[in-house]
């Protein structure tokens, strides 16, 4: 075992509730909590007691019952840590919890830090670093893809992708270091050409793994969405419309809204977080003028852009050419034509002239909410959930993201290397730099710095 403390924490969240449990675990659990728990059947006491099972009994202070509790005994090496563990389940009252947490410190245990049960799962060898990570991120999961995406990388998909590359390189680097030892023999012992078709296998799964973090960053940041667009065309009362309630302030008064206003609504899992603007027009308002230049700030932040037009005001459809100049090839250009109840036909979108972007167009009348199911389905069709679907290792987390960036360099250098026929040295040193940032994310290669900033981001009782 790497840690000789053992550590307790409140696993359940903070406040009031039916049930609290509380979670030790190191090489003295079952001797701190059989001092203080006496269970029902005397004969077995909590030492004996077989693993995977429960036992009814009492918690006491002293010569005092505090609490009637369940008590869930895991024996090393099959439990979460790798430890002896043990899980109480007392009342939910908070006062009952903390004594509980004041008798087993005062008994020998310690106050577990942030993410520590993990911790010493990932340093016992139960979880590597890539799988502990997801464990947060499973706890922090809010929609059903952030769910699949974490299941996938805690069951170990991710990780045996990138262990099998490093498998690979290993047994290659090994082989040119072997002929480094027969270097005045000229021996060659590693294939080239199998090294090649090696590298852009490689190359291949990384970019893909790499690629992949846009729709993992949607998964777990949400996307988001700017509604944009003349004074009074709607933006605030489709903005109301789209999330079920008042949330935006709705006048015929221009230019009342000056600031942003953000909020979140789950589409097919995802989240999308839109983005109401200030209206665009000319003022010398200053107020209204610094909105309208957050305006323009969050439409070139946005993966989405909803232009919204009134279909009683064709000058309104002017700002499309001037919006899609802010956008970039990766964003997306919804054109809303707005009204559509009270213009019974809509323009012919002669001013949509824009060669920027390809446009989506859809008709809606936010006040009556009519057309709100066909731009929802336009907006899910915006992101490219198929990856999800197919059970593809996706990547959420910034760190596994950079680690890949440069993992990816190292093989471009490789395959350089090779192609400008430099020593096997030279090539085996880009080869194992390769190896060191695929096994950072796996934890394979990591600092004590590493892990403390990785499970400070834990909850405590995790």
Do not use: W
């Not at 059989?34 to 009994?57: E, W």
Request: aromatic share 6%.
């Amino acid at each position: 075992m790497i840690h000789n403390s053992t550590i307790c924490a409140i696993s359940t969240p903070s406040g009031t509730g039916g049930i609290a449990v509380i979670r030790i675990s190191g090489k003295e659990t079952f001797s701190i909590v059989g001092k203080i728990f006496r269970p029902t059947n005397k004969a077995v006491s909590v030492k004996d007691q077989t693993a995977y099972t429960l036992r009814y009994g009492k918690i006491y202070q002293g010569n005092e019952i505090l609490d009637e509790v369940i008590v869930a005994v895991f024996r090393a090496p099959h439990s979460f840590t790798g430890e002896d563990v043990i899980e109480i389940s007392c009342h939910g009252s908070l006062y009952i919890q903390q004594e509980i947490m004041k008798i087993l410190l005062g008994n020998g245990a310690c106050v577990a830090a942030a993410g520590e049960f993990t911790r010493r799962a990932f340093l016992n060898g139960k979880l590597d670093l890539a799988q502990a990570e997801a464990v947060a991120d499973l706890i922090a999961s809010e929609t059903k893809a952030e769910h699949n995406v974490a299941m996938q990388q805690m069951r170990g998909g991710f990780s045996d992708e990138l262990k099998q590359l490093r498998g690979k390189l290993l047994t290659f680097v090994s082989l040119l270091e072997l002929e480094l030892d027969f270097s005045e023999e000229d021996v060659v012992f590693a294939d080239r050409t199998q090294f090649n078709t090696l590298l852009q296998e490689i190359q291949n799964v990384i970019t893909r793994l790499i690629q992949s973090f846009s729709l993992g960053n949607v998964i777990k940041n949400g996307v988001p969405v700017a509604l944009a667009g003349h004074t009074n065309v709607g933006k605030s009362t489709l903005l109301n419309a789209l999330l079920g309630e008042e949330r935006a302030l709705v006048s015929d008064v221009h230019g009342t809204t000056r600031d942003t206003i953000e909020d979140t609504l789950q589409l097919n899992g995802i989240t999308f977080r839109f983005i109401d603007t200030a209206g665009l027009r000319q003022t010398d308002e200053i107020v209204e003028k610094l909105g309208i230049a957050r305006t323009y700030e969050k439409i070139r932040n946005a993966a989405v852009v909803l232009l919204i037009a009134d279909a009683t005001r064709p000058e309104t459809f002017a700002a499309i050419d001037d919006i899609a100049h802010q956008l970039n090839d990766s964003q997306k250009l919804i054109v809303v034509v707005n009204k559509t109840d009270v213009c019974a036909v809509p323009p012919t979108f002669s001013t949509l002239t824009t060669q920027s972007l390809p446009l989506t167009v859809v008709s809606i009348s936010a006040k009556q909410k009519q057309g709100i199911d066909k731009l929802t389905e336009a907006l899910i069709h915006c992101i490219n959930l198929s990856p999800l679907a197919n059970d593809k290792t996706i990547v959420t987390n910034l760190r596994h993201y950079e680690a890949l960036t440069k993992a990816l360099d190292s093989v471009n250098r490789v395959e350089k290397g090779l192609k400008d026929q430099l020593s096997g040295e030279c090539i085996a040193q880009d080869v194992r730099e390769c190896m060191h940032y695929i096994g950072e994310i796996t934890g394979e290669i990591s600092t004590d710095e590493i892990l403390g900033n990785i499970f400070s981001k834990f909850c405590i009782g995790k």
